[in-house]
């Protein structure tokens, strides 16, 4: 008897959060919801998949090296925005900081792929993974040892930095029953125009032919008289970045935010993003990255509206990679081997 009066008051309960959730203005909030998050997970894993890709390294320091993108896209927002600062001055900051970093960390990547990976090339990939996961070990180390001495709160968001943020950013717009965060529209337009631009390299430039020739056959590459080895170490510093862009917007948005632990809050999406669309394949990651970030938008306002589990959105991210991992291993676009060593 009482399991039947449980079932009978779950039931209406149920038809109607799923009549308020199939509501267009919902479905419509959503979907954009999904579609700003699957931006940000693009661009997080953007990086990862180039590097990947085409050169068959699995660098464990992405997730540290987006850290340090937000740190520092961070510090440079504070530096040039003051409480006086106007809304388009504010953006014309960000843009400032995103040259900035994508400069210092895609020459640090530089240097790394030189000093630290290139040595291993020829070696098993098992001391690629642990080197690169030593590195993310050091980084963040040094990235805390650095926010303890300078008196910022190394756990939580960084607030300073995320106060920077213009005003019209943060407001939310309604019209037609859709309510839409300024942030969200936003991160869609930076999310389309890394795709497109990352894109546009690999296809439309000499320079992407010859990474793509290096990766497929370095040897007959290296024969025609182009630097392959050039080629990876650009492709390395491009990689990082890309991660340390994604870095400076996530020091904007609520729900990441510039912290020591946000090295594997984005380590971990990315590497589940990149399985799921196929190890070595960009168009893979656009398409997973959709995917997990519209699943991961419903199942949030399921969450957040029907049942009081703010932990669950995170889960199914994983559940996910279980599925695509038993029903297609190779994931969406996967190919038989990547990696031009």
Do not use: C
Not at 49 to 67: E, K
Not at 79 to 99: I, K, N, P
Not at 218 to 241: D, K, P, Q, Y
Not at 304 to 314: I, K, R
């Amino acid at each position: 008897m009482i399991g039947e009066l449980a079932v009978t008051a779950t039931t209406p309960l149920f038809v109607d959060a799923l009549l308020d959730f199939l509501d267009p203005g919902t479905l419509a909030s959503v979907f954009v919801d999904g579609l700003s998050k699957a931006a940000l997970y693009v661009m997080i894993t953007a990086g990862l998949t180039l590097i990947f890709g085409l050169m068959g390294v699995l660098n464990f320091a992405h997730g540290s090296l987006t850290m340090i993108g937000a740190y520092a896209g961070g510090l440079v927002l504070v530096f040039l925005v003051s409480d006086s600062t106007g809304g388009v001055a504010r953006l014309g900051a960000f843009f400032a900081a995103v040259a900035v970093v994508f400069a210092l960390l895609a020459v640090a990547g530089a240097g790394i792929e030189m000093k630290l990976v290139r040595p291993l090339y020829d070696r098993n990939p098992l001391y690629q993974i642990l080197l690169t996961f030593g590195l993310t070990l050091v980084l963040d180390e040094l990235v805390e040892i650095l926010v303890h001495f300078y008196g910022i709160q190394p756990t939580h968001e960084w607030q300073a930095a995320m106060a920077t943020k213009p005003a019209f950013l943060t407001a939310t717009y309604s019209a037609f029953g859709l309510s839409v965060v300024g942030l969200d529209l936003f991160e869609i337009a930076f999310g389309v125009l890394t795709v497109a631009a990352v894109w546009a390299f690999l296809t439309r430039t000499r320079y992407g032919l010859y990474i793509r020739a290096g990766s497929e056959d370095s040897e007959m590459t290296e024969a025609l008289g182009i630097n392959v080895r050039r080629a990876f170490t650009v492709v390395f510093g491009l990689g990082v970045g890309i991660a340390a862009v994604a870095g400076v917007l996530l020091a904007w948005d609520v729900t990441w935010g510039a912290s020591v632990p946000l090295a594997a809050e984005t380590l971990l999406p990315a590497f589940v993003v990149v399985i799921v669309g196929g190890l070595g394949t960009f168009r893979g990651t656009v398409a997973a990255a959709v995917i997990v970030g519209l699943v991961d938008a419903t199942m949030t306002w399921w969450f957040q509206n029907v049942v009081d589990f703010p932990g669950l959105p995170e889960m199914t991210i994983f559940l996910i990679l279980v599925v695509m991992l038993v029903v297609r291993p190779q994931g969406l676009f996967g190919v038989a081997e990547v990696g031009g060593h």
